[in-house]
């Protein structure tokens, strides 16, 4: 096959992106990548052919466009001659990269949603997306959850992002010459999902019971990772304590609380960044180490917890190596990773307001004494130890493709 794979110039969602582009290029097929320049390297090192995204407005802006940043029409029209070029039988676009969707429609080309979260389409029974509410456990919350939903549904797309969200789409639509959306099409704070595939990568035992759609199919987390120098971890023989800030959402504040509260404590702290370049401007106390970044292959193995903003890839990568994480949202769609990590048992949240010192400190007290959290995630790490998500996501794609 021919398939392009896009993230757009999301850089926490490249990783997914890259992860499904070099399986499918293992497995023999063509692949074209879609990422910002930064990337490049990385791509044609893997053997895969690469193009240039460039950063867009997408619907749900909420302040106009910087001066000489392009349009959503202006990176579709773009994208056409690369995909005719290219010829693809399939592009598959991460949910943040509304353009690709909307070139392959005008090229006659099949497009699959890449969803590197839970799955961000409310159930039936289910709370609202994104708002860090754990799902009904027994009848009784499921019967008031589900006599909530339409007015939680109705609340929901009357907030002023999402409410504008279908009418942009369509309005770049019709600009494009193509038809409205349907009515009851699933359409997120980025744009619509694909109706014909969607990977939603993250495990099963994350997402709440529901009645699933013919095209949806969980494949379990999609990782990759560049590698990067290992980094000097402070002395001693403590539990190691991973902080790791947001790559979308400044996390200085939760790196500064974490180091705060542990500072007395007899654990080992390695915090990171996630920002390449940055120098930490605060104190760090003798237990304690910062990085402006950091190989997960290499902290994590060793790690007990790991404190993070929510991000999904962090959160998928602690639960892959059996850690169980602490989630401090941090916005977007962090609380709800932060509510499905609680619901599974796997970790806990704090939310950011009551983000203290003391608060954290007390909170990762827990994930370390009560030996269940370990346990649960050690049970995630070994479903995703034979469950390889990036395969399964190919395998997935090859059948669409062989319909």
């Given at each position: 096959?021919?398939?392009?794979?896009?993230?757009?110039?999301?850089?926490?969602?490249?990783?997914?992106?890259?992860?499904?582009?070099?399986?499918?290029?293992?497995?023999?097929?063509?692949?074209?990548?879609?990422?910002?320049?930064?990337?490049?390297?990385?791509?044609?090192?893997?053997?895969?052919?690469?193009?240039?995204?460039?950063?867009?407005?997408?619907?749900?802006?909420?302040?106009?466009?910087?001066?000489?940043?392009?349009?959503?029409?202006?990176?579709?029209?773009?994208?056409?001659?690369?995909?005719?070029?290219?010829?693809?039988?399939?592009?598959?676009?991460?949910?943040?990269?509304?353009?690709?969707?909307?070139?392959?429609?005008?090229?006659?080309?099949?497009?699959?949603?890449?969803?590197?979260?839970?799955?961000?389409?409310?159930?039936?029974?289910?709370?609202?997306?994104?708002?860090?509410?754990?799902?009904?456990?027994?009848?009784?919350?499921?019967?008031?959850?589900?006599?909530?939903?339409?007015?939680?549904?109705?609340?929901?797309?009357?907030?002023?992002?999402?409410?504008?969200?279908?009418?942009?789409?369509?309005?770049?639509?019709?600009?494009?010459?193509?038809?409205?959306?349907?009515?009851?099409?699933?359409?997120?704070?980025?744009?619509?999902?694909?109706?014909?595939?969607?990977?939603?990568?993250?495990?099963?035992?994350?997402?709440?019971?529901?009645?699933?759609?013919?095209?949806?199919?969980?494949?379990?987390?999609?990782?990759?990772?560049?590698?990067?120098?290992?980094?000097?971890?402070?002395?001693?023989?403590?539990?190691?304590?991973?902080?790791?800030?947001?790559?979308?959402?400044?996390?200085?504040?939760?790196?500064?609380?974490?180091?705060?509260?542990?500072?007395?404590?007899?654990?080992?702290?390695?915090?990171?960044?996630?920002?390449?370049?940055?120098?930490?401007?605060?104190?760090?106390?003798?237990?304690?180490?910062?990085?402006?970044?950091?190989?997960?292959?290499?902290?994590?193995p060793l790690a007990a917890a790991v404190v993070t903003s929510g991000?999904?890839?962090?959160?998928?990568?602690?639960?892959?190596?059996?850690?169980?994480?602490?989630?401090?949202?941090?916005?977007?769609?962090?609380?709800?990773?932060?509510?499905?990590?609680?619901?599974?048992?796997?970790?806990?949240?704090?939310?950011?307001?009551?983000?203290?010192?003391?608060?954290?400190?007390?909170?990762?007290?827990?994930?370390?004494?009560?030996?269940?959290?370990?346990?649960?995630?050690?049970?995630?790490?070994?479903?995703?130890?034979?469950?390889?998500?990036?395969?399964?996501?190919?395998?997935?794609?090859?059948?669409?493709?062989?319909?």
């Amino acid at each position: 096959m021919r398939v392009m794979v896009s993230a757009g110039f999301g850089e926490g969602h490249a990783f997914p992106a890259l992860a499904l582009a070099r399986e499918l290029g293992a497995r023999g097929h063509r692949v074209l990548v879609e990422l910002s320049e930064r990337w490049r390297e990385t791509v044609t090192g893997l053997g895969m052919e690469f193009t240039p995204a460039v950063d867009y407005v997408a619907f749900p802006a909420a302040a106009p466009a910087d001066a000489g940043q392009a349009t959503v029409i202006e990176t579709v029209e773009g994208l056409r001659p690369v995909l005719e070029r290219f010829s693809p039988d399939l592009v598959v676009a991460d949910m943040v990269a509304p353009a690709p969707g909307l070139a392959a429609e005008l090229t006659r080309v099949s497009w699959a949603s890449l969803i590197p979260l839970v799955y961000p389409v409310q159930g039936r029974g289910l709370p609202p997306f994104e708002q860090g509410f754990v799902a009904p456990r027994t009848r009784l919350t499921y019967t008031v959850w589900s006599a909530l939903e339409p007015a939680t549904r109705r609340w929901r797309r009357s907030g002023r992002w999402l409410r504008r969200v279908p009418r942009l789409v369509d309005s770049t639509r019709a600009k494009l010459g193509l038809p409205p959306l349907a009515a009851d099409r699933a359409v997120t704070t980025y744009g619509p999902l694909s109706e014909e595939l969607a990977l939603v990568a993250t495990f099963p035992q994350l997402e709440y019971p529901r009645r699933w759609p013919a095209h949806v199919h969980v494949t379990g987390p999609l990782a990759f990772e560049v590698p990067h120098p290992d980094v000097e971890l402070p002395p001693g023989d403590g539990p190691l304590i991973v902080v790791a800030a947001s790559t979308v959402h400044a996390g200085e504040e939760l790196v500064r609380a974490t180091l705060r509260g542990l500072a007395a404590e007899p654990v080992r702290v390695v915090a990171t960044v996630n920002r390449r370049g940055t120098t930490w401007p605060g104190p760090v106390p003798p237990n304690a180490a910062v990085v402006d970044w950091l190989s997960y292959s290499q902290v994590l193995p060793l790690a007990a917890a790991v404190v993070t903003s929510g991000g999904h890839g962090t959160v998928a990568r602690a639960l892959c190596a059996g850690v169980p994480p602490l989630v401090v949202p941090a916005g977007a769609e962090t609380a709800e990773n932060g509510a499905r990590v609680t619901w599974a048992g796997a970790g806990l949240m704090v939310p950011r307001r009551l983000a203290a010192p003391a608060s954290l400190r007390a909170a990762l007290g827990r994930l370390l004494e009560e030996e269940r959290f370990a346990a649960r995630a050690g049970e995630l790490a070994a479903w995703a130890a034979a469950n390889d998500g990036a395969r399964r996501a190919a395998e997935v794609i090859e059948a669409y493709a062989a319909r």
